[in-house]
């Protein structure tokens, strides 16, 4: 039996998460259009933007899909177009895309680039001549 979800829809301010209208009008080309049904049978294809809308505030907020606002539609189905669009390279098309664009506007300086990474080992846990405890399953250490 499948359970109710008691979730209460927020209350929604048209926009304050929503993609602004300039990068959508940038990227929705980018998205590959919806897959055609053989039969009639089904629910329709979902609205590209709500669900894009959806995967940016998980990817956002770290939620789990499933916790999803309910504005967004289902956490699944926006999973579901998630992994399809990773697949097709839609969000790396969309970071170039954005880059190229603030290149334009703001100038990047490639000539001087980072990466950031963890280059200092984790340090050892206890001291390095300490005495090595005696495990149970050693031989000399069971009882008769």
């Given at each position: 039996?499948?359970?109710?979800?008691?979730?209460?829809?927020?209350?929604?301010?048209p926009g304050w998460r929503d993609l602004k209208d300039e990068f959508w009008d940038e990227v929705k080309d980018l998205i590959p259009p919806a897959k055609k049904k053989?039969?009639?049978q089904g629910r329709p294809p979902l609205d590209i933007?709500?669900?894009?809308?959806?995967?940016?505030?998980?990817?956002?907020?770290?939620c789990q899909w499933k916790m999803m606002p309910k504005e967004y539609g289902s956490g699944s189905s926006a999973h579901r177009y998630f992994q399809r669009w990773v697949k097709a390279g839609v969000f790396k098309k969309m970071w170039k895309?954005?880059?190229?664009?603030?290149?334009?506007?703001?100038?990047i300086k490639w000539e001087w680039q980072i990466l950031d990474?963890?280059?200092?080992?984790?340090?050892?846990?206890?001291?390095?001549?300490?005495?090595?405890?005696h495990g149970s399953g050693k031989i000399g250490d069971k009882t008769t």
């Open positions: 039996m499948r359970r109710k979800e008691n979730r209460k829809p927020l209350q929604r301010i053989r039969t009639k933007r709500r669900v894009m809308n959806g995967i940016f505030y998980v990817l956002r907020t770290g895309r954005c880059l190229k664009e603030y290149d334009e506007l703001k100038g990474t963890q280059t200092v080992q984790s340090p050892v846990k206890g001291e390095k001549n300490r005495e090595k405890p």
